[in-house]
């Protein structure tokens, strides 16, 4: 779901970004970025859209998806361990809203 969709489904949404050189780009040189978005709507604290580009992504999502369609939120998202280091952590070590 886009920030539009939601913003239009749900009213008020926070939104979570992040932009990074994974790790295994890192360290092979290369500078190819990774970027991921986390929608929530506000009221809720449920996720509601999720987005990534970069190498992984699907593999990376199919997980998000599962998380999204069952109704998890953002607290939930928050609460779990990430598997370190892979770039999928990212989505349950973004803190700071979008402003």
Same mark, same amino acid.
């Given at each position: 779901?886009?920030?539009?969709?939601?913003? %239009?489904?749900? *009213? %008020?949404? +926070?939104?979570?970004?992040?932009?990074? @050189?994974?790790?295994? @780009?890192?360290?092979?040189?290369?500078?190819?970025?990774?970027?991921?978005?986390?929608?929530?709507? +506000?009221?809720?604290?449920?996720?509601?859209?999720?987005? #990534?580009?970069?190498?992984?992504?699907?593999?990376? #999502?199919? *997980?998000?998806?599962?998380?999204?369609?069952? *109704?998890?939120?953002?607290?939930?998202?928050?609460? +779990?361990?990430?598997?370190?280091?892979?770039?999928?952590?990212?989505?349950?070590? #973004?803190?700071?809203?979008?402003?």
């Amino acid at each position: 779901m886009s920030e539009e969709q939601a913003a %239009e489904a749900f *009213g %008020e949404i +926070t939104v979570y970004t992040s932009k990074f @050189n994974a790790m295994k @780009n890192t360290l092979s040189g290369r500078s190819e970025k990774t970027f991921m978005k986390l929608i929530v709507e +506000t009221a809720s604290d449920r996720v509601v859209g999720a987005h #990534m580009l970069g190498p992984d992504a699907g593999e990376i #999502m199919q *997980g998000i998806g599962v998380a999204v369609v069952a *109704g998890a939120t953002k607290a939930d998202f928050d609460a +779990t361990i990430g598997i370190h280091p892979t770039a999928a952590e990212e989505f349950v070590t #973004m803190r700071t809203p979008r402003g």
